[in-house]
Nanobody
Framework: QVQLVESGGGLVQPGGSLRLSCRAS????????MSWYRQAPGKERELVAA??????????KYADSVKGRFTISKDNAKNTVYLQMNSLKPEDTAVYYC?????????????????WGQGTQVTVSS
């Protein structure tokens, strides 16, 4: 069974840092595209950062609003994806969601589809 579990959210002052973790089960994060999204109150969910599968080079991309401050990475041995967030701003306040794109999986593997974690709250405030 595919499962994504986020952790690491919390309350932090502007300029502070947090590291979010996304522990995956039921598939290998190295083999698929992984990403982080966020959704603030009254706003639509937006892509924050993404990393391609190891086969596609592990290429990263970021939203302009977080470029230079956030870093997405993964630890294949732990089957976990991370989002390191530095120099946090109040506008970064949102629920952050881990996403896994398994649409390239074979039907016979019974994991084909797109999966989301439950979300973790990040609040940046003084």
């Amino acid at each position: 069974q595919v499962q994504l579990v986020e952790s690491g959210g919390g309350l932090v002052q502007p300029g502070g840092s947090l590291r979010l973790s996304c522990r995956a089960s039921g598939f290998f994060v190295s083999r698929y595209d992984m990403s982080w999204y966020r959704q603030a109150p009254g706003k639509e969910r937006e892509l924050v950062a993404a990393i391609t599968s190891d086969g596609d080079g592990g290429i990263t991309k970021y939203a302009d609003s977080v470029k230079g401050r956030f870093t997405i990475s993964k630890d294949n041995a732990k089957n976990t994806v991370y989002l390191q967030m530095n120099s946090l701003k109040p506008e970064d306040t949102a629920v952050y969601y881990c996403n896994a794109d398994l649409r390239r999986a074979l039907k016979s593997e019974y994991v084909r589809g797109v999966y989301w974690g439950q979300g973790t709250q990040v609040t940046v405030s003084s």
